[in-house]
């Protein structure tokens, strides 16, 4: 894999690992011009997770890959915060930026990649197995009877 790669893999786990939503890669490494070879974007529903998803993300470039971003804004007011790994560019926002600056389309010849929400389907396949579970825990067991009145 290329260092981009590896990259763009790291932040994606600092991403899931804060729970992040709606996950999009936008390779942008085929247009000339490009300010980066990708940018990874993503929400949190509120500030405080768009500051722990940007604090996840830097931990795990850190610890993994042993990067730094070059530099990071909005952290404070935490409605956008931007990370620059130069090579990746990470856009973390609550939903009603990102709606309102949909940079997902501001790049129309990028080659997009939508993840799936990992809680979504761990909830999905937690509630699965615990249904799976009980029906077979359910299953030649007897009922317990009631005591009889003498």
């Known amino acids: 894999m290329t260092e981009t790669t590896n990259l763009v893999n790291a932040i994606i786990k600092g991403i899931q690992e804060k729970k992040g939503q709606d996950i999009v890669i936008a390779d942008l490494s085929h247009i ?40 990071v804004n909005g952290l404070g007011a935490n409605q956008w915060v931007a990370i620059d790994f130069v090579d990746v560019l990470v856009h973390i926002f609550v939903p009603e930026l990102r709606t309102f600056y949909d940079l997902e389309n501001l790049w129309e010849d990028a ?13 999905h396949q937690q509630a699965s197995a615990d249904q799976a579970h009980t029906s077979i825990s359910n299953h030649g067991k007897q009922q317990p009877s009631l005591p009889q009145q003498g």
Do not use: H, M, Y
Not at 112 to 123: E, F, G, K, Q, Y
């Open 32 to 71: 000339d011009g490009a300010i980066a070879k990708s940018f990874v974007i993503c929400q949190g529903n509120s500030p405080s997770q768009v500051e722990a998803i940007a604090e996840s993300i830097s931990e795990v470039c850190r610890k993994e890959l042993k990067e730094k971003p070059v530099g």
């Open 111 to 123: 080659k997009l990649t939508r993840l799936p929400n990992i809680d979504s389907s761990l909830a």
